[in-house]
């Protein structure tokens, strides 16, 4: 029998902890050392030695990497300083000069900046296609096009992109595929077992999940992931031994988190849904949202995370937000505690108020990442903030 997914969490790493301890200890180390010259040879030269130059890998980086291969159903994963580490990596080792890509016009805002701004520098060109039509990212294939990059749910409007669809063309048309899989994490949705080629994590979220550490993941099958690693040993994208420890310690609770996490999100979508001061809530969960049904078809769980529209402009929205009392005003998302951010004061670096307008991040907009704290407090929380609006 197949294992459930918090069982997976807890119990993946153990055979890769060579030490009787529990707790697996921290290898706070650069380097290991080698009995003989053979042994040093053999160190050097083996793709993804856990024990020859920490760069290279590390005994805390594998417990995290066989953990989230497990929870992906991956063959292999990689382990970086950050997602968007993660997510230069995987494309810039996929690609080269006169290649075509394929990605959507939303995407987490450092996402669009790599397609949009630096790839055009070395002569790889992106269109950007409506990820809720899959018909655009037919009509955007060229002869040139290596790779269909995907994110979903999006990053502020939780628009989904039919991976199922997208894996059939990349097939048909000898496709990568690549899906950011950050919002939904392996609880909630699981790209490979839908025959896409590379999960992508920022870990900063959901998989560390208490806003201390900032990492990424890589998950796919061996010889990509041993390709990407290939590339990010010259794009130096390391996690620290210690950060590699705390990010283990917060996916041993991962399961239950989401599990929390959904169900306050959607308690508050329905709250906040029929509520006089909001215009507009966009949550997958909600029979309302446009692509519920492709949500209940793709994904186990439809997130902690929420958008909303609140009446009254960019005023309303910061009043609301202003007036949160447990939630928080902060950058990230997916960790204990309700974060709340306006992405139109927010991301006024990466995207124009025209560029946030063509991606339909409204003034109004405000992003909240649900946290663990117990329903009826958040749901308090927010009404006495309307209040206020
Ligand atoms: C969907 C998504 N992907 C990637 C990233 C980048 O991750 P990091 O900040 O860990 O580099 C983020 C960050 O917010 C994100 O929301």
Redesign the pocket.
Known sequence: MEQGLQTKAVHTSHPFNPTTSVSPPIFQTTTFSAENAEHFYEMATEPRHTEFYTRYGNPNHQQVEATVAALENGESALVTS????A?FAAVMSQLQSGDHVVAQRNH?A??TVLFRDVLPRFNIDCTFVDNTNSDDFVAAIRPNTKLLYT?TPT?PLMQLTDLSVIVAMAKQHHLLTMV?N??ATPINQRPLELGCDVV?H????YIGGHHDV???LIVGSKTLVEQIWRFALVSGSVLSPFDSWLLLRGLRTLGLRVERHNQNALALARFLETHPKIERVYYPGLESHPQHELAKAQMHGFTGMLGVDVKGGYAGAEKMIASLKLGIRA???GGFETLVVHPAAMWSLQLTPEQQRATGISESLVRISVGLEDTPDMLADFAQALDQV
């Open positions: 950050s997602g968007i580490g997510i987490y450092a996402t994110e990053n950011d950050t919002f992508l920022s870990a900063t979220k900032t990492a990424g950058a990230s998302l």
